[in-house]
């Protein structure tokens, strides 16, 4: 059964650090997506890429995130000067179209630190 | 712009009781889809069950079904002979279907729901 797999499945890194955060979506799919969940809180929507650029980005998606898709198969996301409120669960999750995330393909998460 | 309201942070239920979890939900959007999500102490986010808008039956999947009641926009979470291993949090979530509407996924602030022996 195909699945979103993301690495690491947590770091910890110190603030003012750079991360990036890896996801690998199903490969047939088309929309990919990030979401985080700071402990204990809600899941929220940061960003989604279509087509090679952002389709849609939360207030959240500030200029320290950023997403790239650099080859057939990886989809990352990088923070490029973490802060301590950054700490949270981030999730990857792709669907072949738009909305259609029937059957939730959502990665597994990574769980950043920033100490 | 899409709003989830889940307004029960807690639910207990004694095991092989069945148990309602309240979702409503607000959206301009005239084509839709509703989702219900677990996640456990571990972390992970398993999908349970989807509604579209324009289903003419409530979903169904093995001990989950959806309450879905347009008129009301309320998309309930019904599990039957609760599981010990059902308790964890429980998110109700939605997305657009329609062009031109945003896709990504609306979470509402979920439900704690413990499953007592």
């Known amino acids: 059964e195909p699945e979103v797999t993301q690495t690491p499945s947590h770091q910890v890194t110190q603030m003012g650090q750079e991360v990036i955060l890896r996801c690998v979506p199903i490969?047939?799919?088309?929309?990919f997506y990030w979401y985080r969940q700071i402990l204990g809180q809600k899941v929220e929507f940061l960003v989604s890429?279509?087509?090679?650029?952002?389709?849609?980005k939360s207030e959240i998606f500030d200029d320290q995130f950023s997403v790239e898709r650099p080859d057939g198969s990886n989809f990352t996301l990088k923070i490029r000067s973490t802060k301590l409120e950054d700490s949270a669960m981030y999730f990857c999750?792709?669907?072949?179209?738009?909305?259609?995330?029937?059957?939730?393909?959502f990665g597994p998460g990574t769980r950043l630190t920033v100490t | 712009a899409q709003k989830i309201t889940q307004t029960q942070p807690g639910m207990f239920v004694q095991e092989k009781e069945a148990v309602t979890l309240d979702c409503t939900y607000d959206t301009s959007d005239p084509s839709y889809g509703l989702f219900w999500y677990k996640q456990p102490s571990s972390g992970e986010m398993i999908f349970l069950i989807y509604?579209?808008?324009?289903?003419?039956q409530n979903a169904t999947e093995g001990r989950y079904s959806l309450n879905f009641q347009k008129a009301r926009k309320s998309a309930n979470l019904v599990i039957s002979a609760s599981q010990l291993g059902d308790s964890a949090m429980y998110f109700c979530a939605m997305s657009a279907i329609s062009s031109g509407s945003a896709r990504q996924l609306t979470f509402g602030s979920g439900t704690q729901l413990t499953v007592l022996p």
């Open positions: 999750a792709s669907s072949e179209a738009p909305g259609q995330h029937r059957e939730g393909y």
């Open positions: 890429f279509y087509n090679n650029e952002i389709s849609e």
């Open positions: 509604q579209g808008s324009y289903d003419q």
């Open positions: 490969s047939n799919h088309l929309y």
